[in-house]
C-alpha cells in the first residue's frame, strides 16, 4: 500500500477510537482514562495564552473537571476529572477562548521565544509551515504517539535540555539546522539550509520513520539507512549555542520588561487558585502566560517592580518562584479526594516529608508518592512510597508497581519518616549526598531502621 493510501486508511481508522491508549499522548479530541475520570492535555498554539484564556480554562476546568489542572514536564497543560458527558462542553470553552490547538503530534517552541527573547527567526511562524505542508505525514498514527519535535528561533532561552525526536534550529533568519534522536548537545545534525530545506529535511525524516515501521521513533533509524537519505550530513559543522534554559524566577529583559518563572507546588494548582492569582494580575500588565517544560509558568510583559511584587505574592496562591523550593524535588500524583484508585493523600503526605525528613530533599534521590501502584506521576525509577489498603508500600530504588523493601502501616507512616531522618543524620558522611549515603548502608539497614519502634 502506497504511503499516503496508508495514511488515508490509519487516519480513519483511527477516528473511531473515542480514549486514547496509554502510551499515547491524550488530547482534547482523545482523552485518556484515570482513576479520577478522564484526562485532557493541551498546548496552545504558538506557545502562550493571555489572562483572559487562561482564566477561561480554568473556569472550564471547575465546570467540566475536578477544577486540578496541572503542568506536565514538558510543558503542557492536564486538565483531570473530566467525564464523557463533558468532554464536547470542554472543547467547546477552549475554542470559544480562540485557544488553537494543534493535533498531535507535538512541536513545541522555547516558553521565551520571539523577538523580544532575541530570536533570530521567526519559530511560530515556523511551527505552523511545518503543520501546514507536513500535514499528511505528521496526521499519520503511523508515527509514534510521542514523537517531538522542538523548534527553535535561536534566542536566549532554548531547550537545549529537552529531548526530541527532530530539532531545528535556527542560526540566522536564513539558514535552519535539523537534527534527531537526543538534546540540543546529543542530537545528530542531518541537515542544513534554508526553512524551505529544513522543512523538506524534516519531511524526509518522517518518510525514514514511516519507511522503518510502524510508530518508530528517531532513535530507531540505523546511520546507513540515515546516511542514504541525507548524504551531505556528515559535513555539517556544530554551531554551539549561547542560549540558556529558563528558570523560576525573576528574569530581566534588555526591551526593559521583565519575565517571572513559576511553579505550582507539586506541579498541580486548583482552578479556584489559578483564577485568584489571574485576578491578582490583571493589574499588573501582563502580555501573556507561557506554560513550560519543568511544571512551570512564565508571565511575560511585567515591569521589574511588578515581577518583584508577582514573586513575593506568588506563595499564596499555591506558586513558588524559588527555584529551591523542596516541592518541586518531589513527584506526586493526583491523591485520594481527586483519584478514585489512590489510597492516600499525597499532597499532605509530601508536606510531611518535607517537614520531618529534609535530608533526603538535597536533589540527590528521585522522590515520587504515589496513592497507588500504577505510578502515574512518575513511571521511573525512584525512592517511592505507593499507596495499599491500610499500608504503605516503601522502594528505596524502583516503581511504583515493584514489590515494597518495606510494608510500612498506615498509622506509622510518620514515624517511619522520621526514621528515615534519622538514620541519613547519623550515617551520612562529611560531603555525602542523600543518595550516596542510602546507597552505602545498603537496603538491609534502611528497612530495618524503618521497623525499629
Not at 68 to 90: H, N, Y
Not at 247 to 269: C, E
Amino acid at each position: 500500500m502506497a504511503i499516503d493510501a496508508r495514511i488515508e486508511t490509519d487516519i480513519a481508522g483511527e477516528a473511531t477510537q473515542p480514549y486514547v491508549r496509554r502510551g499515547a499522548c491524550p488530547t482534547l479530541a482523545r482523552p485518556m482514562q484515570t482513576g479520577d475520570g478522564l484526562l485532557a492535555r493541551l498546548r496552545p498554539q504558538g506557545g502562550s495564552l493571555t489572562v483572559r484564556q487562561c482564566a477561561h480554562i480554568a473556569r472550564a476546568a471547575a465546570r467540566c473537571g475536578n477544577g486540578l489542572l496541572e503542568i506536565t514536564a514538558r510543558g503542557s497543560l492536564q486538565i483531570r476529572g473530566l467525564r464523557p458527558e463533558t468532554v464536547e462542553p470542554f472543547a467547546e470553552a477552549v475554542d470559544a477562548a480562540g485557544i488553537i490547538v494543534s493535533p498531535n503530534p507535538v512541536i513545541e517552541l522555547p516558553p521565551l521565544h520571539g523577538e523580544a527573547f532575541g530570536d533570530v527567526a521567526d519559530a511560530a511562524a515556523m511551527e505552523l509551515l511545518l503543520r501546514d505542508r507536513l500535514a499528511e505525514y505528521l496526521q499519520s498514527p503511523g508515527l509514534a504517539p510521542k514523537l517531538s519535535t522542538i523548534v527553535d528561533g535561536g534566542g536566549l532561552f532554548d531547550l537545549a535540555d529537552v529531548t526530541a525526536d527532530i530539532r531545528l534550529l535556527a542560526i540566522s533568519a536564513e539558514e535552519w539546522l535539523v537534527a534527531i534522536a537526543g538534546d540540543g548537545a546529543s542530537a545528530r545534525l542531518v541537515a542544513t539550509g534554508s526553512a524551505d530545506a529544513a522543512i523538506e529535511a524534516v519531511g524526509d525524516v518522517l518518510k525514514l520513520l514511516h519507511s522503518i515501521g510502524w510508530q518508530k521513533r528517531c532513535r530507531d533509524i540505523g546511520p546507513e539507512r540515515l546516511l542514504s537519505v541525507f548524504r551531505d550530513m556528515q559535513t555539517i559543522s556544530h554551531h554551539p549555542r549561547a542560549g540558556q534554559t529558563p528558570s523560576v524566577g525573576v528574569h530581566p529583559i534588555k526591551d526593559g520588561t521583565a519575565v517571572i518563572g513559576l511553579k505550582p507546588r507539586f506541579g498541580q494548582i486548583q482552578a479556584t487558585d489559578l483564577l485568584a492569582f489571574l485576578s491578582f494580575l490583571e493589574s499588573h500588565n501582563v502580555k501573556d502566560i507561557r506554560p513550560a517544560p519543568d511544571r512551570c509558568l512564565f508571565i511575560t510583559g511585567l515591569s521589574e517592580e511588578s515581577a518583584v511584587t508577582v514573586r513575593q505574592s506568588a506563595k499564596r496562591f499555591g506558586l513558588s518562584a524559588d527555584g529551591d523550593d523542596p516541592s518541586s524535588r518531589i513527584a506526586t500524583c493526583s491523591g485520594a479526594g481527586a483519584c478514585a484508585s489512590s489510597f492516600y493523600d499525597t499532597k499532605a503526605l509530601a508536606e510531611t516529608l518535607i517537614d520531618l525528613c529534609p535530608e533526603v530533599l538535597d536533589g540527590s534521590l528521585d522522590l515520587h508518592l504515589s496513592g497507588c501502584a500504577k505510578g502515574c506521576a512518575h513511571p521511573r525509577r525512584a525512592l517511592t512510597i505507593s499507596g495499599a489498603a491500610n499500608a504503605y508500600h516503601l522502594v528505596l530504588d524502583g516503581l511504583a508497581s515493584d514489590a515494597p523493601d518495606a510494608q510500612i502501616a498506615g498509622s506509622d507512616i510518620n514515624s517511619a519518616i522520621e526514621r528515615l531522618s534519622r538514620l541519613i543524620k547519623t550515617e551520612r558522611q562529611a560531603g555525602e549526598s542523600a543518595r550516596a549515603c542510602l546507597d552505602r548502608v545498603g537496603t538491609a539497614t534502611i528497612t530495618r531502621a524503618l521497623r525499629q519502634e
